[in-house]
């Protein structure tokens, strides 16, 4: 689940991607196009921002290492750890083939999947959620078993697509794979 377009430098052409089964089309003259929201004619001097890069949770005081399970592959989710380490979370990256068997060991139905699994004070982090919603499910120390970003909408923290930002909700559930809307993003 690599990105498809990390960094790169077009003169007149347009891209078409296919993330999701959704194609995209972007096209540029002489900029250089990133997977988050900044365009530059130099490369050394663009600054990357991000709408996830605000932190909205500052005084979160809970546990910050987690456990992100994930294939070696998959690009995004190295996005998205930078994106929890942007925001204070101390991360223990492990790469596995077997993520099928992982999700499966901590009780993950199949239609709440993504990419990449996170273990964090003992709940499962399911996908591309944002930082500061985890640190805020976290601090209510629920009764559930943890969050979940089905899929990999774009516009996510990680699945940044310039200014392309699907609607998209993230999911509380317990041992028993009930589920309800813990935060729902329709424009940000």
């Known amino acids: 689940m690599s990105k498809l377009v990390s960094k790169i430098t077009i003169t007149s052409m347009a891209i078409a991607s296919v993330i999701g089964g959704t194609i995209y089309l972007t096209s540029a003259q002489g900029k250089s196009i990133s997977n988050n929201s900044a365009i530059a004619n130099d490369t050394n001097t663009a600054t990357l921002t991000s709408v996830w890069d605000k932190e909205t949770e500052p005084s979160y005081a809970g546990t910050t290492e987690m456990t992100v399970y994930r294939s070696p592959n998959c690009g995004c989710c190295g996005e998205w750890i930078e994106h929890a380490q942007k925001h204070g979370f101390k991360v223990k990256d ?3 083939e077997d993520m099928a068997a992982l999700k499966q060991k901590y009780k993950l139905p199949t239609e709440l999947a993504s990419c990449h699994t996170t273990i964090i004070d003992g709940y499962v982090m399911e996908g591309h959620i944002p930082a500061d919603d ?3 499910f976290l601090s ?3 009764e559930l078993a943890g969050l979940t970003v089905p899929g ?3 516009g996510t923290p990680g699945m940044e697509a310039r200014d392309i930002k699907q609607p998209f ?3 509380a559930f317990n041992e028993r794979g009930e589920v ?4 729902e993003y329709q424009s940000y």
């Open 94 to 96: 492990i790469k596995t």
């Open 140 to 142: 209510a120390q629920p």
């Open 134 to 136: 985890i640190k805020r």
């Open 169 to 171: 909700q993230i999911l």
């Open 180 to 183: 309800e809307v813990f935060k």
């Open 152 to 154: 990999m909408p774009i």
